[in-house]
């Protein structure tokens, strides 16, 4: 549960490295919380229809602006998520860069579902506390790509 919270401890920090599971826990976090508002933006909506052309009422505004503004907060830690999870996988951090083209978002997901590289890298430690592989694990992994 607490990985699920860790990009919110690492605002900002676009350095080192962040595993599958704290990627996708905070993904989740997300989803619930785009659910939570999608259902309170419903409820307030059925309890207070509006005709065409009339003023949507204070609960309503006051439900969307705290969804913007809850996207908006939440905004930089999952970029600096998405960049240490490039970084994971030993890639640069400006293909996050991709995911601006339309329809290449699937090379996002691609990367983020990509295992990390095993031990430290050029962006810093295995989150996962994983050493170097030994040279019997590098060749067992060499000959099952053969």
Not at 113 to 125: D, E
Request: proline content about 7%.
């Amino acid at each position: 549960m607490s990985l699920m919270f860790k990009p919110l401890r690492r605002y900002a920090d676009f350095q080192g490295r962040a595993c599958r599971t704290e990627f996708w826990l905070f993904q989740l976090f997300i989803m619930i919380l785009a659910m939570a508002f999608l259902a309170v933006l419903a409820t307030v909506t059925i309890m207070n229809p509006t005709e065409k052309g009339e003023v949507p009422s204070v609960a309503f505004t006051v439900a969307v602006l705290a969804a913007v503004v809850t996207y908006l907060a939440l905004f930089i830690p999952r970029l600096a998520l998405i960049v240490r999870r490039l970084h994971d996988s030993d890639n640069s951090g400006f293909w996050v860069l991709v995911s601006l083209i339309p329809g290449a978002g699937v090379v996002m997901l691609v990367f983020s579902l990509l295992p990390g590289t095993i031990g430290p890298n050029g962006h810093g430690p295995d989150p996962r506390g994983r050493g170097a592989p030994t040279t019997r694990q590098a060749t067992m992994t060499l000959d099952s790509v053969a």
